[in-house]
């Protein structure tokens, strides 16, 4: 048995970037806080455009609902002095949900021009778990590339596809999959949901 006093209160950093698919972000932070996981998000200003024109809560109010559940930072992609751009800052791992093309190029080639790229470089160099949701299509060579070089760096790439065994019916579906892979490649979960799991008929 796991006494709470036990569980692993480092947080997960979570970048979110100017990419669509503000949905996986949502889902992505909400489940880790429903399972009690700290977190600690950052957002460009371009995330936070796509944001308005996709969603229909505002970024403010779900950065207040995250908030109230007392486990939630949050620090703007210019605060390059946060905690979350220092190695010494100990993180569960991060995950740039979704993730721009522009994001994957920058941190593949070390450039950490902004928080969310320092937090990817520094989740790098000390080895700790980092997820990639990309999202672009179709997918250039160059967008290959970037993704295979941080793949080889020990990053997961995890695109937020629909599993069509499990008939997905809404995008919310898809985006609720996506947040649990990242909750199982980050240790976080130790298995898929049931009703998410393949089952051979």
């Not at 950093?13 to 503000?22: C, K, L, Q």
């Not at 790229?117 to 999202?135: G, Y």
């Not at 990242?182 to 008929?201: D, F, H, K």
Request: with cysteine.
């Amino acid at each position: 048995m796991t006494h709470p006093e036990d569980r692993d209160r480092r947080p997960v950093v979570v970048g979110i970037t100017g990419a669509s698919g503000s949905l996986i972000a949502l889902h992505t932070i909400s489940a880790l806080l429903d399972n009690d996981v700290p977190v600690v998000a950052s957002a460009s200003s371009a995330a936070r455009i796509v944001w308005k024109q996709e969603m229909q809560e505002s970024f403010g109010e779900v950065l207040e609902r995250w908030t109230d559940s007392g486990i939630f930072s949050y620090h703007g992609a210019s605060e390059i002095a946060a905690p979350i751009a220092s190695g010494t800052f100990s993180t569960r791992g991060m995950v740039l949900a979704p993730c721009s093309m522009a994001t994957v190029a920058a941190i593949s080639q070390g450039l950490a021009d902004n928080l969310i790229r320092r937090a990817a470089d520094v989740t790098i160099k000390e080895r700790r778990p980092l997820i990639i949701i990309p999202r672009e299509s179709p997918l250039s060579v160059i967008h290959l590339e970037n993704l295979t070089r941080l793949a080889a760096l020990g990053a997961t790439i995890i695109p937020p596809e629909p599993a069509f065994y499990l008939r997905h019916q809404t995008i919310e579906d898809v985006a609720e999959f996506a947040a649990q892979r990242t909750l199982l490649a980050l240790g976080v979960i130790s298995e898929l949901p049931v009703a998410m799991r393949y089952e051979s008929s």
